[in-house]
């Protein structure tokens, strides 16, 4: 069993459901905390993903299933605020997934720490840094040198997943996971691409992060001259998070199971032996349930899908109910990105309840 210190998953990660109103001050509660990173997507409309965070400030958007520069809004349009307990959208401007009249829309939220700090570890120069240590998350901001370097975290602990993306300019979003490829940090995959994994020294240099830094090569999806960066870092936590691989079998109706030692509150899965797939998400709030797991693309912008039985939220993990190439093609590797609603077993080791 997995013991955890995180009992309250929920005061690190949530999902919110609402519906927009398409005005101004449109205010969301019930997070349970104010959230650092947000990532909205509206779930009856063919609209781009939406992602914000606090260090780069609420007005910085930039879309999960685009390679597209950071987009500056105005003020009053699109998100306004990150709130005690939730935050603030407004009129649409740029983005249908904040705040659309009459759709239901999700976001996902994960705290960090504010607006972050100045960083000196590493050898890129001072950067500005939010962790969240406890739930191991940082947002992570820099100027690129055009060379080799590295760039502090502050997890305090090995990152097993990294998110990049030049904020300046169409540079593909560069994914890296301690599961990728036959070597740990040699590969890379892209988050708006249905790609495969693809070997790459310019992005990582070939250097697995450390518990202080992380490293980038010279390309420009990751450490242009000049341009702007953002990343961000998640280290896993035993009963609360999980970043791992499996291998699909291919079957339609006793398909992998994956341990997590949690129930899952959010999944983000991506098969990265082959090219064509797409990175599939879940959470547990869109859902009735099992195996009724509704998806939606990370690298597209289709409404949400509710008629494919995808896979079953277990109490300790995951099971795949779908031969879909996707997420359970046969011999294929699968990565994931999982967080929870509850441990399997808490440090007060009170056991969740099986869904």
Same mark, same amino acid.
């Given at each position: 069993?997995?013991?955890?210190?995180?009992?309250?998953?929920?005061?690190?990660?949530?999902?919110?459901?609402?519906?927009?109103?398409?005005?101004?001050?449109?205010?969301?509660?019930?997070?349970?905390?104010?959230?650092?990173?947000?990532?909205?997507?509206?779930?009856?409309?063919?609209?781009?993903?939406?992602?914000?965070?606090?260090?780069?400030?609420?007005?910085?958007?930039?879309?999960?299933?685009?390679?597209?520069?950071? /987009? %500056?809004? #105005?003020?009053?349009?699109?998100?306004? &605020?990150?709130?005690?307990? @939730?935050?603030?959208?407004?009129? =649409?401007? +740029?983005?249908?997934?904040?705040?659309?009249?009459?759709?239901?829309?999700?976001?996902?939220?994960?705290?960090?720490?504010?607006?972050?700090?100045?960083?000196?570890?590493?050898?890129?120069?001072?950067?500005?840094?939010?962790?969240?240590?406890?739930?191991?998350?940082?947002?992570?901001?820099?100027?690129?040198?055009?060379?080799?370097?590295?760039?502090?975290?502050?997890?305090?602990?090995?990152?097993?997943?990294?998110?990049?993306?030049?904020?300046?300019?169409?540079?593909?979003?560069?994914?890296?996971?301690?599961?990728?490829?036959?070597?740990?940090?040699?590969?890379?995959?892209?988050?708006?691409?249905?790609?495969?994994?693809?070997?790459?020294? /310019? %992005?990582? #240099?070939?250097?697995?992060?450390?518990? &202080?830094?992380?490293?980038? @090569?010279?390309?420009?999806?990751? =450490?242009? +001259?000049?341009?702007?960066?953002?990343?961000?870092?998640?280290?896993?936590?035993?009963?609360?998070?999980?970043?791992?691989?499996?291998?699909?079998?291919?079957?339609?109706?006793?398909?992998?199971?994956?341990?997590?030692?949690?129930?899952?509150?959010?999944?983000?899965?991506?098969?990265?032996?082959?090219?064509?797939?797409?990175?599939?998400?879940?959470?547990?709030?869109?859902?009735?349930?099992?195996?009724?797991?509704?998806?939606?693309?990370?690298?597209?912008?289709?409404?949400?899908?509710?008629?494919?039985?995808?896979?079953?939220?277990?109490?300790?993990?995951?099971?795949?109910?779908?031969?879909?190439?996707?997420?359970?093609?046969?011999?294929?590797?699968?990565?994931?990105?999982?967080?929870?609603?509850?441990?399997?077993?808490?440090?007060?080791?009170?056991?969740?309840?099986?869904?």
């Amino acid at each position: 069993m997995s013991y955890t210190n995180i009992n309250k998953s929920s005061l690190h990660f949530n999902s919110k459901l609402f519906t927009g109103n398409g005005s101004n001050g449109n205010a969301q509660t019930g997070v349970g905390f104010q959230p650092d990173m947000v990532w909205l997507k509206n779930r009856d409309a063919g609209t781009a993903h939406v992602l914000v965070d606090a260090v780069r400030g609420q007005n910085k958007v930039t879309m999960p299933n685009s390679a597209s520069a950071e /987009t %500056t809004t #105005n003020a009053d349009k699109d998100f306004r &605020s990150f709130d005690s307990d @939730g935050f603030t959208v407004d009129t =649409n401007e +740029n983005f249908g997934s904040t705040n659309t009249n009459g759709n239901n829309i999700v976001a996902w939220c994960w705290k960090a720490n504010g607006a972050g700090s100045a960083n000196t570890d590493g050898t890129i120069g001072s950067h500005t840094v939010s962790a969240n240590t406890t739930a191991g998350f940082s947002i992570v901001t820099w100027t690129g040198t055009g060379d080799v370097r590295t760039i502090g975290h502050g997890l305090g602990a090995i990152p097993h997943f990294i998110m990049i993306k030049n904020r300046s300019s169409g540079d593909s979003w560069s994914v890296g996971s301690h599961k990728l490829g036959d070597e740990d940090w040699t590969d890379k995959l892209y988050l708006e691409s249905s790609g495969a994994v693809s070997d790459d020294n /310019t %992005t990582w #240099n070939d250097t697995a992060p450390t518990s &202080s830094v992380f490293t980038v @090569g010279s390309s420009g999806n990751v =450490n242009r +001259n000049n341009d702007v960066y953002m990343a961000y870092c998640f280290s896993e936590k035993v009963g609360y998070s999980k970043f791992g691989s499996y291998i699909g079998n291919d079957d339609n109706g006793y398909g992998t199971f994956v341990y997590t030692g949690f129930k899952p509150a959010f999944l983000l899965i991506k098969n990265s032996s082959d090219s064509g797939e797409m990175w599939e998400m879940f959470d547990n709030k869109r859902i009735g349930y099992n195996p009724k797991n509704n998806r939606f693309y990370a690298n597209g912008s289709d409404a949400e899908d509710t008629s494919a039985e995808r896979l079953d939220l277990l109490s300790n993990g995951f099971k795949l109910r779908t031969n879909g190439s996707h997420i359970n093609e046969g011999g294929d590797k699968m990565i994931y990105m999982a967080f929870a609603e509850a441990p399997l077993v808490g440090s007060n080791n009170i056991p969740c309840t099986a869904r």
